[in-house]
């Protein structure tokens, strides 16, 4: 009994350390100190080749890669997670989507490898496009944004299968438990009326499309010279922008470009787009409830993930090019795309927590019952605190929002931040459309320059 007792103590133990948090302060660090470490690439790689949670791993260490501009690696760990949310997600067999979600709900989902969200998929096709542009390899470029944008018009579909398998999931819970009322429905209503305040600093919109996706894939249609598409997908993002000024410029310019018999004839541009900070992390909250087990009333602990904001980087950046001095201009938030998102996957999340709750619950009641000495109960219990945890693994290094700016090609660029930092300045090649590429995920980093010429 004793050896019972150090197994589930044991269990427990390493179940209480997995909901990956830690995982995710390395890889901050691992950003933050900006040394681009060989033998932490050649880890993370082995892990990932080892089909070792290789989306979540290859989402961050791809992005780490990227920012130490090592592009083929970071294309690298992008496409293990491409392959991985192919094969390990979307062509996931019945049985072992069974067998998941019955461990997670006696678990915890964490002991499983990361799906992930759909907004990170679109964002990875995004980031290895703009690998490729930075290699000069506007051919595979190309398939990438054709994806990523594949993707986009996929998003309502995939978000109607969701919301159907999530309608599913609770008509099933509702004929399995036999007091659903009280330990599902009114406690998840009242789990969801505190996300009512969690959620009041975030705005979640109702189109589920990240326009940021196309905006990034039109400028390069534009610097890939096929004019026409690149004014029909800034056309998509203008319908939804039409007030902003940068944008009412802009749609003009490849309106212009788009009907010219010469285009190669008019003038070059330079592309800014800068993204700043970070998008929300994920924490744990638990809440205690009250359930009903042989007509008794009983608390219980529910854990689950919420949202926390992260800051910004600076607030804009001046961009001179020797006749103009302009401004970037903040036009697509990242906190509400995550909130969109994560509003959707909410309900089963509340739900499945709950179950797992009920079980675990039920299981130390009957435990009791049946525990003359105490012990096991003891054990069932410290497995149940243990093992409620929240899953809070996400892809790190997503921006907080993204701002743009177009500018004509007069041979030169200096880029300042707000707070009158010298960013970048360069002589450029006036015969070129170039894109200057910013990612600043905090003020204390220097940011992070991508030059791209076409």
């Keep these: 009994m004793f050896r019972i007792f150090f197994l589930f103590i044991f ?40 089909n070792d949670d290789v989306i979540f791993k290859g989402l961050n260490s791809g992005s780490i890669a990227r920012d130490c501009k090592e592009f083929e690696l970071s294309n690298e ?31 915890n989902d964490t002991i499983f490898d990361y799906e992930g969200f759909y907004y990170e998929r679109t964002m990875l096709n995004l980031t290895k496009g703009l690998n490729f542009m930075s290699l000069n390899d506007f051919a595979n470029a190309r398939v990438e944004f054709n994806r990523a944008l594949m993707r986009q018009e996929k998003a309502k579909e995939y978000f109607a299968y969701y919301l159907e398998k999530n309608r599913a999931e609770l008509q099933k819970a509702k004929k399995e438990n036999e007091n659903f009322e009280q330990n599902i429905e009114k406690n998840s209503q009242l789990i969801e009326k505190q996300y009512e305040n969690l959620f009041k600093d975030f705005k979640a919109t109702e189109n589920f499309t990240n326009p940021y996706i196309t905006y990034v894939s039109a400028v390069f249609f534009f610097m890939d010279k096929d004019y026409r598409k690149a004014y029909d997908l800034l056309k998509e993002v203008f319908v939804l922008h039409s007030k902003n000024e940068e944008m009412q410029k802009q749609f003009k310019i490849f309106d212009k470009y788009a009907k010219s018999l010469k285009p190669k004839r008019l003038k070059k541009r330079i592309f800014v787009i800068y993204e700043s900070g970070l998008a929300p992390s994920f924490e744990e909250v638990s809440f205690t409830l009250p359930f009903i087990f042989d007509r008794k009333l009983v608390s219980a602990s529910v854990a689950v993930p919420v949202l926390k904001k992260r800051p910004a980087s600076f607030e804009y950046l001046s961009a001179n090019n020797s006749k103009q001095n302009l401004k970037t201009q903040n036009l697509f938030d990242f906190d509400s795309i995550v909130a969109s998102e994560f ?59 993204a701002q743009i ?21 360069e002589e450029l090649d006036k015969n070129k459309d170039i894109l200057i590429f910013v990612r600043s995920f905090t003020k204390g980093l220097p940011a992070r320059i991508y030059k791209i010429e076409n």
């Design 77 to 107: 760990f992008f496409d293990l997670s491409e392959e991985a949310y192919k094969y390990d997600v979307d062509l996931q067999s019945t049985t072992s989507k069974v067998f998941k979600t019955t461990t997670s709900t006696l678990i």
């Design 343 to 401: 509003k959707t996957d909410l309900t089963l999340i509340i739900t499945k927590a709950l179950l797992s709750t009920v079980l675990k619950t039920s299981m130390n009641v009957a435990v009791a019952k049946n525990d003359n000495i105490g012990i096991l109960s003891l054990v069932s219990n410290v497995f149940s605190v243990l093992s409620t945890r929240a899953d809070l693994r996400f892809w790190n290094f997503l921006p907080k929002n």
């Design 11 to 50: 269990c427990g133990f390493f179940i209480s350390c997995s909901t990956h948090q830690k995982d995710n302060i390395l890889y901050q660090r691992e950003l933050g100190s900006q040394n681009c470490d060989k033998n932490f690439f050649a880890k993370e790689l082995s892990e990932l080749k080892k």
């Design 405 to 425: 700016l177009m500018l004509e090609n007069e041979g030169f660029i200096e880029l300042v931040s707000s707070e009158q930092n010298l960013i970048y300045k």
